[in-house]
Each structure stands twice: as structure tokens, then as C-alpha cells.
């Protein structure tokens, strides 16, 4: 027998035989004509070389080789289904699957709080990975399998993938205890005149301050660049510094300590969050639930 060649629906006609005994039984458990389901078994019996049912006065027998492989069968096709009804049915209150996300080290402070705190009460077997890697991989991340969603600000142009927007998350600028200022309100005097940390990310900051500021942006005193965002506070609580942040992390950093928040003084353009994920996970049950889960997220 080529088991590449052979056809696993005749190992449905095989089943449908062996629990009904009779081959119009069977034709009708599996909506099919008297004539389709006999021409299935002529070929299942040409494949096995054995005649697996014979008829005898009280009916059709199955051979002891077909005794043999009723087991077997029986346990694979209802594995099959078992999983089909598993993917079907998905509940999230027993699942033990694991997902994994990309996201910056803000897109996770931004999401990662306010989505555990609700998986622990509606799917606390549900295992969370976040994984950071440049945005210019999430594609082929995605794509692999390596990943199954990505959070944040995404590249475009790639028909294989899937967005939903999310939110636009605005920015700000976090000044630290050590830098004197006067007033609720950030000059842009002040801002060019004041030193900076920023991020090496190039797909952030610097280019939308560049655009911001046009031909002011050369006057700005950028004295450090690290490689995360998280690590920003840290700097600021000790240095008369400032830096353009993202809203969320002022939000959730700045309480730690004698920071001060501004509004910008010129129009900043946002982030655009969306999540992501490969067109092949569109209508998986698991993944469609855990998407609308992170759509709905009140953010802490």
C-alpha cells in the first residue's frame, strides 16, 4: 500500500461499516448513495488486499483483519474529532494554551498590567509570553509562528497580516526633580534649551521631532540615548534633564517619584497602537477570543 496515495475518507466508510453492519446503514450515517459507499469499500479492499466484511446469513462480518484494524481506527478518528471540537469550542476558563506577543518595553508596561489582571480572573491557565524584537522582524515573526500577535506602531505594507487599531497614544514631556522650572507650562525656549535623553529607535522619537521641530530641531540638546524607554526615569530622577515620552509611561512612572509632566509645546504626532497577527490566525477560536479580550482592555 503508498500511504501517500491513500484516501483517509475511506477510513470514515471503513467506521461507518463496522458500527452500523450494513452497508445501506452506513451509506446513510454518512450521507452518501448505496452505490458511493460499495465503491468505497471495493477500494479500501483492494488498498488493505483483505475483504474486511463478508456476508453471511445473519449479515456483513467483519475479517479478523479488519478486527485487527477497528481499533485503531476508531481511536484516530475520534482523536481527530476531539480536536476539532477542542478548536471549535474554545473556553477560555480551562484552556492551558500559550500565546505569545510582540511589544516594545512600552507597548508592555502600556498592556501587559491591565491584560493579566483580567486573564487571572477569566483564564488563569492561559499562558502570556511578551517578546520584544525590531518592528522591521514582526512580519516574519508573525509569519513563522514564532509569535502569534504584535502590539504597538507596525509596519505597513504587508497584505499577509491583520490590524486592528487599538488607540493613539499621545506623548509628553517628563522632566525630572532636579531641573528647576517655574509655571504649569513648557516654553519651546525651554524645551530646546533643556538637555534630552531619547531612544535609539529609529522608527520613534527622533524622526517625529524632526518633523515637529523642522529646522528647530538641530537647536534641541539631545545628551543621551539609551535603548528603552523604561530606563528614561531612572536617568531623569537624578539629572536636570527632560525627555519626550510616551503619555502611558509618564502615566505609570511618574507617581514613583517627584517627576513633572508637560504638555508639548509644539503638535506632536501620536503612535498609532494597533495589533496584529498573520492572516492564517483569523478564525482561530482561541486567537478570536483573545483578541477581542486586548480590544476591550481598560488600560490601567
Known sequence: M??????????RVFHAI????????????????QPATSNALRRLRTHCGDELFVRTAQGLHA?????T??????????????????????DPARSRRSFTLLATDVGVAMYAPALMRHLHAVAPALHIVFRQTERERYADTLATGAADLAIGELPAGHEELMQQKLCDEAWVCMAGP??????????LERFLATPH???????????RLARALGKKFGAMQIVLEVQHFMTIPAVL??????????????????????YRIFALPFRFEPVRVHQCWH??????????????????????
Open 69 to 90: 484494524l477497528w481499533p485503531t481506527v476508531e481511536q484516530a478518528l475520534a482523536a481527530i474529532k476531539d480536536q476539532l471540537e477542542r478548536h471549535a469550542r474554545f
Open 18 to 33: 463496522m458500527v452500523e453492519g450494513s452497508i445501506t446503514a452506513a451509506a446513510s450515517r454518512l450521507s452518501l448513495s
Open 197 to 207: 535623553i531619547t531612544t535609539i529607535s529609529p522608527a520613534l522619537v527622533k524622526p
Open 237 to 258: 530622577a537624578h539629572n536636570p534633564f527632560m525627555a519626550v515620552v510616551p503619555q502611558s509611561i509618564a502615566r505609570i512612572l511618574g507617581p514613583l517619584a517627584d
Open 2 to 11: 503508498n500511504v501517500d496515495q491513500f484516501d483517509l475518507n475511506l477510513l
Open 279 to 300: 492572516r492564517r490566525s483569523q478564525l482561530d477560536p482561541a486567537h478570536q477570543w483573545l483578541r477581542a479580550q486586548i480590544a476591550q482592555l481598560q488600560l490601567l
Open 178 to 187: 532636579g531641573l528647576p522650572m517655574q509655571g504649569q507650562r513648557l516654553s
Open 63 to 67: 475479517t479478523p483483519f479488519a478486527r
